[in-house]
């Protein structure tokens, strides 16, 4: 596991999106598996300014995204698919054929799982995984839990995590109760991860996860196991880290 240690959220965008840029340098048509949040949107601003100064380019990139809400269409503006068109696909020219997202409005859960890590399969895995951690630890929708779920599956989203996004939508009873989400198979399979994480509200899960032991009660502590592993936090999230 390496740390990159940045000053504030904004150098940690700009370090994660340097590395995203190093990957998509060395293998122009990377599969990148994305993320969605509040930190995120950094990163994807700067690869945006790199992508208009012409130092990198998204043409031959696929992409995977972590999780969707269930029972929200890709056109609803809290959807995870329409978070990444705005947020990214659209500002670096990576059109639907080429980006992936489960569908939040699959008739059949199962069988939506199913032909998600079929996917993954088929586009060879993923070159380089980016994730954000929620407060409970959770990466993708992978919610504390007796065991580590490997693949792609519907999970209950948690109190905490209803709580932590509410602030998107107009009403908390608004937050879809439900979520497609990567397992933790799929996250640990990619080449490299990284994860961004910021400020002082995520101090305490940043030590619990990578300066404590690996359970799945702290699902990301698994990435302590993962062969290239790197932290990008900012000195507030990384405050209490030995
Ligand atoms: C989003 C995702 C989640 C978030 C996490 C942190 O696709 O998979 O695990 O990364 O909930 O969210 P923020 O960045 O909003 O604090």
Redesign the pocket.
Known sequence: MRIIRTENYEQMGRQAANLIAAQITLKPDSVLGL??????LSTYRHLIELVRQGDISFDRVRTV???EYVGLPAGHDQS?AYFMRTNLFDSVGLDASRTNIPNGLAQDGDAECRRYDELIASLGGIDLQL????LNG????NEPDDVFVQGTHKVKLTDS?IQ??KRFFEKEEDVPRYAY?MGIRDIMQARRVVLIASGKG?AETIARAFAGPVTPRVPASILQLHKDFTLVVDADAASLLP
Do not use: Q, R, V
Request: proline share 4%.
């Open positions: 993320a969605t949040g509040s930190s995120p995204n972590l999780d995870y994730l954000g951690i929620g959770h990466i993708g929708f995590t932590a996004n989400t995520k």
